[in-house]
């Protein structure tokens, strides 16, 4: 089998973009050797149509690229429709745009604190000092974890965030079974003790029903084990990126602190530029074929909204940074289909106000203060963004 790209190969921050780039032109259903061989789909019409036809593509075999889950199945992502919908179902209504709202204030009195910490020693890493841990004390919050069991979580989430993007795989094993203990411990304690399934995820998770019977609790503990983790390496990653490019270009960074209420509109396309993963998977129960290539079943397909996202045939101009674009729904930042991000709402909520406290407590700009350290598979974008405050 042919090798059309390896993500094995050394990166910076900005060639896969430019690899991707080519691929969309040459071989947009790119095929890779490394991990076993898989697929790589990289335009926006095919990484669509595959995330929405759960009934030809499923993720129950194989939902990411590199396949890293060794510990049991993550409700809902390891799941094909309709056996993932009662964990969807029960957490869908706490991660509305309403329920979320109410975490506003909170996550900006989090991210003013980090901010201001940075601000006190002229900077620091944007990733590490910053966006690691912000999301994982948002989570504390919306999951009514106590004090201690939310310091524990912090410090481990953390240790698991930078060693999965470091592609250390004994620290990505060992804090990936810490996870699994402390989601098992908030499922038994809220056995004990419930609390409003309205307002608390193990609970909902706990009274749900499938078909009458109460969901399986592995299934549960898995359940809060997926959330916690997409839920904290996603900001890392996309906050880390946007600071990247607001380094490069101070006017926009300029003109973004003189307007505000630009934020919005900012995000989603920073969200665009920089969607934070690259090999979510599906496989074909059926051999098909897509822009002339033959895929067996069986095979795992990554679908990278990356690069789908910076799709010259969908967005004009699309490596460039754009407030303006009347087409930003086709953006594939959150997926598409039944495996859409439930915690878009959440998530688009913690970047725009990142991306106004940042600005905020730079009111003299900030610029890159060394090497930016990218990701790797599954995801793209920023591991570690020194910055200097001036």
């Excluded at 999965?164 to 499922?187: C, F, G």
Aim: charged residues 25%; neutral net charge; glycine residues 6%.
């Amino acid at each position: 089998m042919t090798q059309d790209f390896d993500p094995l190969a050394p990166e910076d921050f900005d060639s896969p973009y430019a690899d991707y780039e080519r691929l969309r032109r040459e071989c947009p259903v790119a095929h890779s050797q490394a991990w076993g061989g898989f697929w790589a789909y990289m335009k926006h019409a095919d990484v669509v149509n595959a995330a929405s036809d759960s009934e030809l593509y499923i993720t129950s075999k194989q939902n990411v690229v590199p396949k890293v889950a060794f510990t049991g199945r993550r409700p809902p992502l390891h799941l094909d429709p309709p056996e993932h919908t009662p964990y969807r179902r029960a957490l869908s209504p706490l991660l509305s745009p309403a329920r979320v709202a109410r975490f506003e204030p909170l996550i900006r009195e989090i991210c003013a604190e980090l901010l201001a910490g940075m601000a006190a020693r002229g900077g620091g890493d944007i990733c590490e000092d910053f966006s690691a841990r912000m999301p994982i004390r948002v989570f504390n919050a919306w999951m009514n974890l106590p004090p201690a069991q939310s310091e524990a979580l912090a410090e481990v989430g953390r240790r698991y965030n930078i060693a999965v993007q470091s592609n250390d795989e004994a620290a990505t094993r060992e804090t990936s079974l810490r996870l699994y203990d402390m989601a098992r411990a908030l499922v038994t304690e809220r056995k004990h003790n419930p609390l409003d399934p309205t307002t608390d995820a193990a609970s909902a998770l706990l009274a749900a029903r499938a078909n009458g019977s109460p969901l399986p609790e592995e299934m549960i503990v898995g359940t809060i084990r997926q959330v916690l983790v997409v839920g904290i390496i996603a900001p890392t990653v996309v906050i880390g990126s946007i600071a990247v490019h607001l380094s490069r270009d101070r006017a926009l960074q300029d003109h973004l602190r003189a307007n505000p209420a630009l934020s919005e509109a900012a995000t989603d396309e920073f969200l665009r530029l920089y969607t934070p993963y690259r090999g979510f998977a599906r496989t074909a129960r059926t051999d098909v074929t897509c822009q002339g290539r033959h895929i067996p079943a069986g095979e795992p397909i990554a679908l990278v909204y990356a690069s789908a996202n910076r799709d010259e045939s969908v967005f004009e101009d699309a490596a460039t940074f754009r407030l303006d674009r009347p087409n930003m729904k086709d953006s594939v930042a959150f997926g598409r289909g039944p495996h859409m991000c439930l915690g878009s709402a959440l998530a688009r909520l913690e970047m725009r106000v990142a991306l106004e406290e940042l600005l905020r407590h730079t009111p003299r700009g900030f610029e890159l203060a060394g090497t930016v350290v990218p990701t790797r598979f599954p995801e793209i974008g920023a591991l570690r963004v020194p910055l200097r405050f001036c």
